[in-house]
């Protein structure tokens, strides 16, 4: 039974491991002042592009461009992250009915 078990364990482990290479895949985009600045992250929370609008720097000051800057990164990693526990916990759903065997039920 301990063998099953790990064996088990094992395949949870490469099933995590396949699903987080495929969050690198999977891209999530966020916009701010109206798309004046734009940032692309996939759900492994590695940010893949900004973009910044040229008619912001005419109306904003560097302060306010990289308060602007921040406020899109972090929208586009809580978003990341929310995909990232979407797909991880289908994962451990998938798994939780070939562990539920091993207790007796």
Known sequence: MFGDFMGKIQEAQKQME??????????VDSEVEGGLVKVKA??????????ISDQLFQNKDKQEIEDLVI????KA???????????????????L????GLFGK
């Open 97 to 100: 009915p070939n562990l539920g």
């Open 77 to 95: 990693i809580e978003k990341a992250k929310e995909t990232q526990e979407v797909e991880m916990s289908k994962v451990a759903q998938g798994m």
């Open 71 to 74: 406020l899109a990164v972090n």
């Open 18 to 27: 396949e699903t987080k290479k495929q969050l690198s895949n999977i891209f």
């Open 42 to 51: 996939d759900c492994n929370l590695k940010i893949i592009n900004i973009d």
